[in-house]
């Protein structure tokens, strides 16, 4: 018998996951999400199909990773237009090959939850972040967003949310329930420094930043903070994104000689041990939920300076210090090089907080819901949201979090503050 979490295999069922660019994982949360969930899923039995995106650097002679079974379809390389297509096509394929499952990722691709459905594939809809708020889509794809945002609460047979701040959004918004489900948190050991010599780095020598290249990632603000500040050690940035040419040079015209602006990390040694070893790792994410950048700081017990809004908060707790200006920043970037100690209690802190958020416990509850949506609990026209009543996460559960009330602010306040 799989076993898994010391649970036994209720009864294995074949499930498909789609809406992302796919494993192995090397961009986003979405797709960390799916390898670690996927290859915990097909230990205890389960048969998992993936969809990935027919990428120049994709190996599609390999049609099974770590036991799932891949699927490659081509996406329009064209920014509004890249995932929608690629979704429509995996549907459409999920289609005519049934699985008893599906779980769509990113609320975008509701156009073709009515083609999974007609299917009588069950599906639930990852919702991540408020997409909505994201500066790079214009007036008419933030539109589209929040279309879509309603479109999936009308036609999925169940909605996960990785946060509380998400859930709290969806039941003021449009009164539906979702399924919590956090991510995972790896726990990372400091263990070799090696690697950290290939960018001229010293244990505790440098402070770190680890994101997609976006507004609402405010990797503008951190920067421009950081050259106001005092602070002698390098910034280390590390990150890139497609269609994102103008705001990179942006962020080069800000930086000075102090900020490095590495590009992406493809070595996945190299980053754990760039998390490990910095002396304050910046997070400015602002509209995705639970993020697993942060998660993975904290689970390499690194002390936390993040963007102020909610979702942050509710990860970080007493674990963070928080900034939403250049001049916040700037204090913030001081106070770690001039008291250095006052991060030390906090980096014990977060990696115990990490240690909550578990990819056991996660996928246990991915299987949960699987398994609940393949047995068909009644689903009505519209779905069965407000009947589907999920199991709290394991954050959710935790003692140390706060008291829900507090965190029940809506997530709307969350707004990036692009240009601050």
Not at 88 to 106: C, K, P, Q, Y
Request: charge should be neutral; charged fraction near 25%.
């Amino acid at each position: 018998m799989t076993m898994l979490g010391k649970r036994p295999v209720k009864e294995r069922i074949s499930i498909a996951l789609l809406g992302t660019r796919g494993v192995p994982a090397r961009y986003g949360g979405f797709e960390t999400c799916i390898e670690e969930v996927g290859k915990r899923l097909v230990a205890r039995g389960h048969r998992v199909t993936v969809y990935c995106r027919d990428a120049p650097d994709a190996n599609k002679s390999e049609t099974e990773y770590l036991g799932m079974d891949l699927v490659y379809l081509p996406a329009l390389k064209k920014k509004s237009l890249e995932t929608l297509s690629h979704s429509g096509l995996s549907a459409a394929h999920l289609a005519a090959h049934r699985t008893d499952a599906a779980i769509v990722f990113n609320a975008a691709n509701a156009p073709w939850l009515p083609v999974i459905r007609a299917a009588g594939i069950p599906v639930a809809t990852h919702v991540d972040g408020l997409e909505w708020k994201r500066a790079k889509w214009g007036p008419i794809g933030q539109r589209y967003y929040r279309i879509a945002e309603s479109a999936s609460v009308r036609l999925s047979d169940a909605l996960i949310a990785d946060a509380q701040g998400i859930s709290d959004y969806y039941r003021e918004e449009f009164g539906a329930d979702t399924t919590l489900i956090s991510y995972g948190a790896p726990l990372i050991e400091p263990g070799s420094i090696d690697k950290l010599g290939e960018l001229g780095l010293m244990p505790d020598q440098y402070h770190l930043a680890v994101a997609r290249l976006e507004p609402e990632n405010h990797v503008h603000l951190i920067i421009e903070g950081y050259v106001r500040s005092g602070a002698a050690l390098p910034l280390v940035v590390v990150g890139s994104a497609p269609y994102a040419g103008i705001y990179t040079r942006s962020l080069e015209a800000l930086a000075d000689s102090r900020v490095r602006l590495v590009g992406a990390v493809w070595d996945q040694e190299l980053l754990d041990q760039l998390y490990a070893n910095a002396r304050i790792y910046w997070h400015g994410h602002s509209v995705g939920g639970t993020n697993p950048s942060l998660l993975r700081a904290m689970g390499a017990g690194t002390a936390v300076n993040a963007f102020d809004v909610n979702f942050n908060r509710e990860v970080l707790k007493d674990a963070g210090e928080f900034f939403s200006t250049p001049a916040d920043v700037a204090n913030l970037a001081d106070k770690a090089e001039q008291l250095p100690h006052t991060a030390t209690e906090r980096r014990r802190t977060s990696r115990t907080y990490a240690a909550t958020y578990d990819w056991d416990d996660v996928a246990l509850r991915y299987e949960d819901l699987a398994l609940r949506l393949a047995a068909g609990e009644k689903r009505r026209s519209g779905g069965f949201r407000r009947r589907f009543r999920a199991a709290p996460s394991a954050a959710a559960q935790n003692p140390t979090s706060p008291d829900p009330s507090s965190r029940a602010s809506a997530a709307r306040s969350a707004a990036p503050k692009v240009g601050a």
